[in-house]
């Protein structure tokens, strides 16, 4: 069975940083495109950022570019999100996303539960 | 990166067919073939219900159908349920190689 399991959330003050990690199971993960994608209180969905199967190609939204940074480990099954200088604006739940037949233009069909970021001071 | 836009809100009666749009530019949704459609119930993570423009994942009631027209996707959900109700989100991938989601729109089943 599929699974993604987020963690590293939590409580960070403006211009703070916190890293989210992204364990996975149940596929062969280094075969698949991953994405993170966030949401804010009430709010929609957000595309944050993707990395190729390989790690090779790498994509962010322009609203975190810079700041965060995306990566993967294929021999721990795992998906890492480098998040630094946070900002209010970037207080969301954060998912951890599997790519529908490993392909990142064929949306995603495995989500996480999600981690919750706030920043507050 | 503008978000794609979609009503905020549609609604139908049991047994009635709906159609949701998502409108973007020639730079998403009417250059590419890579829209997706997402269905969010309250406090659990979205589900992918239709990729490529118009094909369903495996499990996914073909009450579900996607089209897409120049610029302009729809989800069209025939013989609506009380169990269809939710917020569902469009996703289209761009010419910058990034992808974009629509604002949402709330599904109401009277």
């Known amino acids: 069975e599929v699974e993604l399991v987020e963690s590293g959330g939590g409580l960070v003050k403006p211009g703070g940083s916190l890293r989210l990690s992204c364990a996975a199971s149940g596929f062969t993960f280094s075969s698949y495109s991953m994405n993170w994608v966030r949401q804010a209180p009430g709010k929609g969905l957000e595309w944050v950022s993707s990395?190729?199967?390989?790690?090779?190609?790498?994509y962010y939204a322009d609203s975190v570019k810079g700041r965060f940074t995306i990566s993967r480990d294929n021999v721990k099954n795992s998906l890492d999100l480098q998040m630094n200088s946070l900002r209010v604006e970037d207080t969301a739940v954060y998912y951890c996303a599997r790519a529908h037949e490993g392909r990142a233009v064929a949306g995603n069909d495995y989500w996480g539960q999600g981690t919750l970021v706030t920043v507050s001071s | 990166q503008s978000a794609l836009t979609q009503p905020a809100s549609v609604s139908g009666s049991p047994g009635q067919s709906i159609t949701i749009s998502c409108t973007g530019t020639s730079s998403d949704v009417g250059g590419h073939d890579y829209v997706s459609w997402y269905q969010q119930h309250p406090g659990k993570a979205p589900k992918l219900m239709i990729y490529?423009?118009?094909n369903r994942p495996s499990g996914v009631s073909n009450r579900f159908s996607g089209s897409k027209s120049a610029n302009t996707a729809s989800l069209t959900i025939s013989g609506l349920r009380a169990e269809d109700e939710a917020d569902y989100y469009c996703s289209s991938y761009t010419s910058s190689s990034t992808f974009v989601f629509g604002g949402g729109t709330k599904l109401t089943v009277l």
């Open positions: 990395i190729s199967s390989s790690g090779s190609y790498i």
């Open positions: 490529d423009v118009s």
